[in-house]
């Protein structure tokens, strides 16, 4: 099947989470994975040995992390090169209605803009609270800053709300480009 190079930035650990359950499900397919952060690991990997890529970013205070906006941005020719796909993690995304469904795709549109990928598929997922990770101070913020998310929020407990269907059914989708016609017959 393809080598797919898998490329991420993540502030708590979400992002991170969701690209290893699309590693694991794109090898399950039957395709081969490599998996870099690029915060802690430098991706000295020739992106034309790949068949595709996907590339995910979390939003912290309405930003992308600077080190994948740069990353993408100095190699986006040979990204654009092939299937790439790119999700965004963030809190925006676990609210439904229109006004945050628009915030949600002008952080992708801005992702975009600002690198000039070309991703054949570009979504959103909802990420998670982390309060067992968070100070004193940033707990406070972080719950009055989702307190219209969750009514009489326990930030005792951490808070996931990405829907596993969603990563699941992206990665279907995303494989689709990765399958090479049959020019034998």
Same mark, same amino acid.
């Given at each position: 099947m393809s080598r797919v190079l898998l490329l991420y930035g993540?502030?708590?650990?979400?992002?991170?989470?969701?690209?290893?359950?699309i590693s694991k499900q794109l090898k399950q397919i039957g395709h081969q994975t490599d998996l870099f952060?690029? *915060?802690?690991?430098?991706?000295?990997? +020739?992106?034309? &040995?790949?068949?595709?890529?996907?590339?995910? $970013?979390?939003?912290?205070?309405?930003?992308?992390?600077?080190?994948?906006? *740069?990353?993408?941005?100095?190699?986006? +020719?040979?990204? &654009?090169?092939?299937?790439?796909?790119?999700? $965004?993690?963030?809190?925006?995304a676990v609210d439904k209605t229109?006004?945050?469904?628009?915030?949600?795709?002008?952080?992708?549109?801005?992702?975009?803009?600002?690198?000039?990928?070309?991703?054949?598929i570009a979504v959103t997922f909802p990420g998670a609270l982390k309060f067992s990770e968070y100070g004193f101070l940033k707990k406070l913020l972080m719950k009055s800053l989702s307190k219209n998310l969750i009514k009489d929020m326990d930030s005792s407990q951490d808070i996931e709300f990405t829907d596993w269907m969603e990563v699941s059914e992206f990665v279907t989708r995303y494989s689709k480009f990765l399958e090479k016609p049959d020019i034998s017959s």
């Open positions: 993540s502030s708590e650990g979400q992002t991170q989470k969701i690209m290893n359950e952060n690029l *915060k802690t690991k430098e991706n000295k990997s +020739d992106i034309a &040995n790949y068949d595709g890529a996907v590339i995910g $970013s979390s939003i912290h205070i309405g930003r992308y992390q600077k080190y994948v906006i *740069k990353y993408i941005k100095d190699r986006v +020719d040979e990204l &654009n090169k092939i299937p790439t796909a790119f999700f $965004s993690v963030n809190l925006t229109p006004k945050a469904m628009d915030k949600t795709t002008e952080f992708i549109d801005s992702f975009i803009d600002k690198t000039g990928l070309e991703p054949r």
